[in-house]
Each structure stands twice: as C-alpha cells, then as structure tokens.
C-alpha cells in the first residue's frame, strides 16, 4: 500500500486502532494456509522468536475507550487496572478467536493471573507466561532466561510443526534491528520538531505496529517521516515534556491529543514498550538466544515493569530521557491501580525534585472520558513552567 501524504497515513493507522476485530490480522492469516497469530501483552516479549516461527506477533492493549466491559468484570475485582478485565471481554466475544496462542510477559501479578485465567478459558490454545530474570548477572539471569527464550521457542515449534532455526532467529532479529532503528528516527524526530509530528499521530503510527507485519510497520514508517519532513505545520508556544508511568494499559487517545492542545509537547513517553525496550541493535551473527538475552539484561529500557537491582540507578533513564530531549519537566501519568507505575511514582519524583525538575502527576483508566480536567491540570502546568523559565 502507497501512501503520499501524512492524512492518508494517520487514517490508516486510526482505522487500524479504531479496529478491535484485528481484521487486518485476520486477513493476514486467512492469506496463506497454516498461518498463526500469537497475542502478547504489551511491554515486552522478543517478538523476533515469533517472527521466526512464521507467526504474526499481535500487540493486544485492551478494548479502549469504546468497549463496554460486562464479562471482564466477573473476574477481576474494582480495583484492579482495567486492561486485564477489557482483555477477558474481547477474547469471551469472539473478538480474538482466531489468535492461536497468548503470551503474557512478566509486568505485574495482575498479569500473572490473567494467564491463569487465561489458560483456564482456552484450553485448546497456546499459553504461555513469560518470565524475566531479576538478577543481570551473565552466569546467573542469563542462564535463566536463556532457557525461558528456549522454552518459548520450543513451545512455538510445537504449534508450527516446525523447527525455528538459528538462522531463522538471525533473520529475523535483523529485521527488528531495522524496525527500531526507524521507531527511534520517528522519536527523534518528533523530539526535534514536535509540531511536525504530533504525538497523537506518532501514537497512532507505534499502535499500527501491534497489528501489522513487522516489515509493513517498517514501510510505514518511513512513508510517515518522509511525508511530515516535507509538511509545514506551525509551530506553537508549547513547552516540552517527557511522560511516564504509561507502559501497560494505554491512555485514550484523546487524553495525548488533550496534554498537546493545553501547551504541552511530548517529546519522549513510554508508550507501547515492546517498540523501544532494547536500546540497541541485537547481534543478527552467532548464538541467537545468547545475543537475545545479553540485550534484556545490558541494553534494555529501565522501566517500572523491570526489577532494578540498583536502586542507586532509579530514575537514571528518566534524567537521560529529561536531557536527550531538552525536556522542561515531566508528566507522571500512570493508570489507576497500576502498582509498578505508582510505587515507582515516588523514587522517581524525589529525583526530580533535588534537581528542581518541574512535574505533575495524573491517572487515568483506558476508557477514561472526561478529559476537561486534564486539560486544565496540564494547561496550568504548561503555563507555570513558561513563568519559572522567564524568571
């Protein structure tokens, strides 16, 4: 599919996002037969396993604003984050019936559940729950997660009928070396002229590589920064912002349009961390699992949803984020009952403020509606720093 302007672009994406039948997926599958679809929650899983597989990765964030959740509810308690409960309501009515496995990372006990849940519902498919190591030492979560990939790939070779090469996992691994190569070029773009390239846009554009076929997502992107160079847009009094907190259950998308119509440019998030988790190319020669797992444990993203085992180091990668990005402060905007992002909340905060770095911090849940008051609270914010930066 050819596009030639940013418009044609940003409404592919939307119909992508508005969509949660996955249609496009559905197609994908239905085009060849044997094809499978493997579901993951968001934040991290090495996508480059199931790409290896044959197998289209599909990013599952919930049902959005739109959905109305009544089965969900029957498994989850009120006051849990809203994303498992939206999950369970999609896949119980039918709107991920054609996925042939989930795989749930390790973010959260809620999560956790979930895939017990999971596996309780959906007998017939295959479930995994995906662990992460806890201690980065070579010889110690190295060799643990190691065998978690070999697991996984061996789990995966049993629902292809096929064995997943070494080469293969070197294929593959080099093509989302190439996918983050061009996810960072459109953050850095958007950090160098966030008029050019909105965040809600941007958004759409990561959300649209949940969906579609790492090597489509690729061309897409490279469409979009093409097509926003050459656009002229003007340029707003906006100050510049990092937001935090995110990771898992995704805001409304009216809520990121909403922070920039008040005066704040996002220049950095952590939105859809599966995109930007490892910081680097992984090896594409050698031992596959090995280079794979040396990433996780030396060159991935620090994040609410990683045990950090230095705590002298918490709140490093914010600092970093705050300085790449010229950022002039930080929105903390983490869902309602989210424990990772909110016991992080604090050691972040008292980072900031012994270097007397501006914040605010909000919550929201992925249906979330009322977005007045965001307005007026990140408004407010945007004006007061343009204040303390003049005096």
Not at 100 to 118: K, Q
Not at 264 to 277: A, E, G, K, Q, S
Not at 361 to 387: C, H, V, W
């Amino acid at each position: 599919m050819e596009f030639k302007s940013v418009k044609e672009i940003v409404d592919f994406c939307q119909e992508l996002f508005d969509d949660i039948g996955f249609a496009r997926a559905r197609e994908w599958k239905a085009a060849q037969p044997g094809r499978k679809v493997i579901g993951y929650m968001p934040v991290y899983v090495p996508r480059e396993i199931i790409h290896a597989a044959g197998m289209l990765p599909l990013g599952i964030l919930g049902g959005g604003a739109d959905m109305e959740v009544i089965h969900g509810d029957a498994y989850y308690q009120s006051y849990i984050c809203r994303i498992p409960r939206s999950t369970i309501e999609m896949a119980v009515t039918g709107k991920l019936d054609f996925v042939d496995g989930m795989v749930f990372p390790s973010i959260c006990d809620v999560i956790r559940n979930l895939s017990g849940i999971w596996m309780l519902l959906f007998k017939d498919r295959y479930v995994r729950y995906f662990d992460a190591p806890q201690n980065f030492k070579d010889d110690i979560g190295g060799v643990f997660y190691s065998n978690e990939l070999r697991e996984f790939r061996e789990g995966l070779e049993k629902l292809a009928g096929r064995e997943i090469t070494d080469e293969n996992l070197r294929n593959s691994i080099a093509v989302f070396n190439e996918n983050r190569r061009w996810v960072n070029k459109v953050y850095d773009f958007r950090a160098a002229f966030p008029w050019k390239a909105p965040s809600a846009e941007v958004y759409l554009l990561m959300r649209a590589g949940m969906v579609l076929p790492v090597e489509e997502h690729t061309r897409l992107m490279q469409a979009y920064l093409s097509a926003a160079e050459a656009g002229k847009r003007r340029m707003r009094d906006n100050c510049r912002v990092v937001l935090t907190g995110v990771f898992c259950e995704q805001p409304p998308l009216n809520l990121i349009r909403s922070l920039e119509i008040s005066g704040c440019y996002i220049v950095d998030d952590d939105f859809m961390l599966v995109n930007r988790w490892l910081l680097g190319d992984v090896p594409a020669d050698g031992d596959p699992i090995g280079n794979l797992s040396r990433a996780f444990l030396h060159h991935s993203a620090q994040t609410a949803a990683k045990y950090e085992p230095d705590m002298a180091e918490k709140g490093r990668y914010l600092l970093d984020a705050i300085r790449a990005r010229s950022a002039d402060g930080v929105i903390f905007a983490a869902p309602s009952f989210c424990d990772p992002a909110l016991l992080d909340q604090p050691m972040m905060i008292s980072r900031l403020e012994a270097l007397k770095i501006p914040y605010i911090t909000m919550q929201y849940a992925e249906n979330s509606g009322q977005m007045q008051p965001i307005r007026e609270q990140s408004g407010t914010f945007a004006d007061s720093i343009k204040l303390w930066s003049a005096s």
